[in-house]
């Protein structure tokens, strides 16, 4: 099982990046796919998700009208689209997968995870 992070970077406030992951060795029809951060100090957190079956999205307040999740699923890729950054969306971003039986939301359940990204976002 493979996830493959890509799209980190150092960027100023109000710039944008955009987040992939690629996933191998899974029979992806049967995971969610979410977008995990983590700042240094501070534990990871579930940022935003996305159901298989439907495509429906969650995201954390704090992202909210600034991230979008999608996904590719004929590449099993999932991207994270992150517009009008600020200093406090500095942390390294992890990919990971559930089990398309639980809620997508449920960030304490995932299973497999990517190595991460780092985005920085200087003020």
């Known amino acids: 099982v493979q996830l493959v992070e890509s799209g980190g970077g150092l960027v100023h406030r109000g710039d944008s990046l955009r987040l992939s992951c690629a996933t191998s060795?899974?029979?992806?029809?049967?995971?969610?796919m979410g977008w995990f951060r983590q700042a240094p100090g501070k534990e990871r957190e579930g940022v935003s998700c996305i159901r298989r079956n439907n495509g429906s999205t969650h995201y954390v307040d704090s992202v909210k009208g600034r991230f979008t999740i999608s996904s590719d699923n004929a590449k099993n890729t999932v991207y994270l689209q992150m517009n009008n950054l600020k200093p406090e969306d500095t942390a390294v971003y992890y990919c990971?997968?559930?089990?398309?039986?639980?809620?997508?939301?449920?960030?304490?359940?995932?299973?497999?995870w990517g190595q991460g990204t780092q985005v920085t976002v200087s003020s």
């Open positions: 060795g899974l029979a992806m029809r049967y995971y969610h």
């Open positions: 990971a997968v559930v089990r398309a039986y639980y809620s997508c939301s449920n960030y304490g359940l995932y299973d497999y």
